[in-house]
């Protein structure tokens, strides 16, 4: 099993970083890619959020874990 970042966005400095990280997750999870990850991964795909210093906001990234074979289909569909 390997855990990957299959997607990264950023907010900027907000009061609550996460409401407006709602949309861009959404449409990842509805994107072809994210489709694919909730559907198949071996676990629930994770967020993780992050202050950004240098952009003075947030980094969110999207965490996926997936078998050896999972790994070679998503490198070659969507990387």
Not at 17 to 29: C, K, N, R, T, V
Request: hydrophobic share 35%; charged share 25%; with cysteine.
């Amino acid at each position: 099993m390997k855990t990957i970042v299959a997607h990264r966005f950023t907010v900027g400095d907000v009061e609550d970083p996460d409401i407006y990280a709602a949309e861009p997750l959404w449409e990842w999870q509805n994107s072809e890619a994210g489709k694919w990850a909730m559907e198949n991964c071996s676990e629930t795909p994770s967020w993780h959020r992050d202050i950004d210093a240098a952009r003075f906001g947030y980094s969110y990234q999207v965490r996926i874990t997936l078998t050896p074979k999972q790994l070679v289909y998503w490198k070659l569909k969507y990387e």
